[in-house]
């Protein structure tokens, strides 16, 4: 038995069989329009309460049986949200206010229904604030919008000025970003900008050194590294929207999605990575010729053939092969952003890098960026960005007399910026063929082992620090500068070998 049939006033089970009763015909079927699969389809039998809608690639079935005597009213409620709202919005309303009714039961939901507007703050105040969640709260205000808007019972287009004066739940939609808890420290993302570069690395040595699933999911990996698209806007980018030039240069385009207003939903375009070209270039060879089949349900046009909730998988669990933590796209998102925000971008920067209409949304990032001193500090490894970030791993260590005994090509010596940084460790790759900068990058590379000596880091900590002031008295602290990048990488991987060692050493003690 529904939760509203089981109502026992008399009075109230009148009031909706009445209202109910002078409802005006449903319409025989609705169109919508499905962005993702960009078709229209269409929706019959409504009178039958019942809507079987597609949204990202999923069917859901929106039943309105369990409104028992008011799944007349809430069927044409459900009708209105459809005629305005995009058909996610309208899945999600549903599931909330049914969830609703699952735990707290219909009479309150009915007597709203029937209420004169005026009483409709007591009802809400004492029957729906003290145990509604946010989102129960936006959908049941989302009902009663609807009920003004067709006029059922007493409600009317005035009366939404009510509607919009009803409290809501108190909710800190950026939470995780004040308190850091969705920020990757600094050597996971070094970890996945390796993987990347790896990647990157074994292709253009062997175009079949990645497998299929491997070159799609690093691909998406370095879409929401670099850019922070949302699952769905990675899902939904075209193999048209890829732009190959002949300098092997790689653009993308994709589309702002969650604007209330639909002109808002504009295309935006963005530039891949010079080192990371040949990635996506291959993969949409791989698309085109066939060789990469999309996923079922998913359009053959779309280029990494994967519903918005497979996307999201994907780099989960990529990320957590790679960090040991499952980040998801969302928490790359914020990432990113607090990156760019703490590098001195203006918020019209990263308004545009998020694909914000608004430039509100940003300040929540500039709120929890540090101040210059603390991005010196970062730079110089005594302080981290993020609250999150002082994590010491376990690091494979190499004892002196082993490293006597590799060949010199693996015994790793430089003199980066005139440091000598000798006997830090050892390279199972070998100098001669690193692409990198020998000394510094070792430090955040997977490929170092480090000497088990705390003593040696220290040392080289202690003269990269003065280099690393330079750079920041020269640059302002433009954290963008890819020298200075480099060095407060290095300072702070450098850091948390000797904390990782001079730990290891007091346990032993």
Same mark, same amino acid.
């Given at each position: 038995m529904?939760?509203?049939?089981?109502?026992?006033?008399?009075?109230?089970?009148?009031?909706?069989?009445?209202?109910?009763?002078?409802?005006?015909?449903?319409? /025989?079927?609705?169109r919508?329009?499905?962005? *993702?699969?960009?078709?229209?389809?269409?929706?019959?039998?409504?009178a039958?309460?019942?809507?079987? %809608?597609?949204?990202?690639?999923?069917?859901e079935?929106?039943?309105?049986?369990?409104?028992?005597? @008011?799944?007349a009213?809430?069927?044409?409620?459900?009708?209105?949200?459809?005629?305005?709202?995009?058909?996610?919005?309208?899945?999600v309303?549903?599931?909330?206010?049914?969830?609703f009714? %699952?735990?707290?039961?219909?009479?309150?939901?009915a007597?709203?229904?029937?209420?004169?507007?005026?009483?409709?703050?007591?009802?809400? /105040?004492?029957?729906?604030?003290?145990?509604? =969640?946010?989102?129960?709260?936006?959908?049941? &205000?989302?009902?009663?919008?609807?009920?003004? &808007?067709?006029?059922?019972?007493?409600?009317?287009?005035?009366s939404?000025?009510?509607?919009?004066?009803?409290?809501?739940?108190?909710?800190?939609?950026?939470?995780?970003?004040?308190?850091?808890?969705?920020?990757?420290?600094?050597?996971?993302? =070094?970890?996945?900008?390796?993987?990347?570069?790896?990647?990157q690395?074994?292709?253009?040595?062997?175009?079949?050194?990645?497998?299929?699933?491997?070159?799609?999911?690093? @691909?998406?990996?370095?879409?929401?590294?670099?850019?922070?698209?949302?699952?769905g806007?990675?899902?939904?980018?075209? !193999?048209?929207?890829?732009?190959?030039?002949?300098?092997?240069a790689?653009?993308f385009? *994709?589309?702002?999605?969650?604007?209330?207003d639909?002109?808002?939903?504009?295309?935006?375009?963005?530039?891949?990575?010079?080192?990371?070209?040949?990635? *996506?270039?291959?993969l949409?060879?791989?698309?085109?010729?066939?060789?990469?089949?999309?996923?079922t349900? %998913?359009?053959?046009?779309?280029?990494?053939?994967?519903?918005?909730?497979?996307?999201?998988?994907?780099?989960?669990?990529?990320?957590?092969?790679?960090?040991?933590?499952?980040?998801?796209?969302?928490?790359?998102?914020? /990432?990113?952003?607090?990156r760019?925000?703490?590098?001195?971008?203006?918020?019209?920067?990263?308004?545009?890098?998020?694909?914000?209409?608004?430039?509100?949304?940003?300040?929540?990032?500039?709120?929890?960026?540090?101040?210059?001193?603390?991005?010196?500090?970062?730079?110089?490894?005594?302080?981290?960005?993020?609250?999150?970030?002082?994590?010491?791993?376990?690091?494979?260590?190499?004892?002196?007399?082993?490293?006597?005994? !590799?060949?010199?090509?693996?015994?790793?010596?430089?003199?980066?910026?005139?440091?000598?940084?000798?006997?830090?460790?050892?390279?199972?790759?070998?100098?001669?063929?690193?692409?990198?900068?020998?000394?510094?990058?070792?430090?955040?590379?997977?490929?170092?082992?480090?000497?088990?000596? $705390?003593?040696?880091?220290?040392?080289?900590l202690?003269?990269?620090?003065?280099?690393? !002031?330079? *750079?920041?008295?020269?640059?302002?602290?433009?954290?963008?500068? $890819?020298?200075?990048?480099?060095?407060?990488a290095? @300072?702070d991987?450098?850091? &948390?070998?000797?904390?990782?060692?001079?730990?290891?050493?007091e346990?032993?003690?």
């Open positions: 529904s939760a509203v049939s089981s109502l026992t006033d008399p009075g109230l089970v009148s009031a909706i069989d009445e209202i109910s009763n002078s409802l005006p015909p449903l319409p /025989t079927l609705i919508y329009y499905d962005d *993702f699969q960009e078709s229209t389809h269409t929706i019959r039998a409504i039958n309460g019942k809507f079987i %809608v597609e949204t990202d690639g999923v069917w079935s929106l039943s309105v049986e369990a409104f028992g005597l @008011c799944s009213i809430y069927t044409h409620v459900v009708v209105d949200w459809f005629g305005r709202l995009d058909t996610t919005t309208v899945v309303y549903h599931r909330n206010i049914r969830s009714l %699952v735990q707290n039961g219909a009479h309150s939901l007597m709203l229904s029937v209420a004169e507007p005026y009483k409709a703050l007591q009802i809400w /105040t004492q029957h729906i604030l003290p145990v509604a =969640t946010a989102s129960q709260n936006w959908a049941i &205000r989302a009902f009663l919008h609807s009920l003004c &808007r067709l006029n059922i019972g007493a409600w009317s287009s005035p939404a000025k009510i509607v919009r004066s009803l409290a809501g739940v108190k909710v800190d939609k950026y939470r995780v970003v004040r308190t850091a808890d969705c920020f990757l420290p600094i050597d996971q993302q =070094t970890a996945i900008a390796n993987y990347i570069d790896d990647a690395i074994a292709l253009s040595h062997n175009p079949s050194a990645l497998g299929d699933e491997q070159l799609r999911d690093v @691909c998406m990996l370095a879409v929401s590294f670099q850019y922070a698209l949302r699952p806007q990675l899902a939904r980018i075209e !193999l048209a929207d890829v732009r190959i030039y002949e300098t092997d790689v653009h385009s *994709f589309i702002r999605i969650k604007q209330s639909a002109k808002k939903r504009i295309r935006l375009a963005r530039r891949i990575k010079r080192e990371w070209c040949n990635l *996506f270039v291959e949409v060879s791989r698309r085109e010729r066939g060789i990469i089949k999309e996923s349900g %998913v359009p053959a046009r779309l280029l990494f053939g994967l519903k918005p909730s497979d996307v999201s998988v994907a780099i989960s669990n990529l990320t957590e092969e790679l960090t040991g933590e499952p980040w998801t796209p969302t928490d790359l998102r914020h /990432t990113g952003a607090q760019l925000a703490d590098a001195g971008a203006s918020r019209a920067s990263l308004t545009e890098y998020l694909g914000h209409a608004s430039k509100h949304a940003a300040d929540v990032y500039y709120d929890n960026s540090p101040v210059q001193g603390q991005r010196i500090n970062e730079a110089l490894a005594i302080s981290p960005i993020y609250a999150n970030v002082a994590k010491i791993s376990s690091y494979k260590t190499i004892t002196e007399s082993e490293l006597r005994g !590799l060949k010199g090509d693996n015994q790793v010596g430089a003199a980066p910026h005139g440091i000598p940084m000798a006997g830090i460790g050892s390279c199972q790759l070998g100098q001669s063929l690193c692409l990198k900068n020998p000394g510094l990058s070792c430090y955040t590379c997977s490929k170092f082992m480090p000497l088990a000596n $705390p003593s040696v880091h220290k040392q080289a202690e003269g990269v620090r003065p280099v690393v !002031l330079q *750079f920041a008295a020269a640059a302002r602290g433009n954290a963008i500068s $890819p020298a200075y990048v480099q060095l407060r290095a @300072c991987a450098m850091r &948390r070998v000797v904390e990782g060692l001079d730990s290891d050493r346990d032993q003690e």
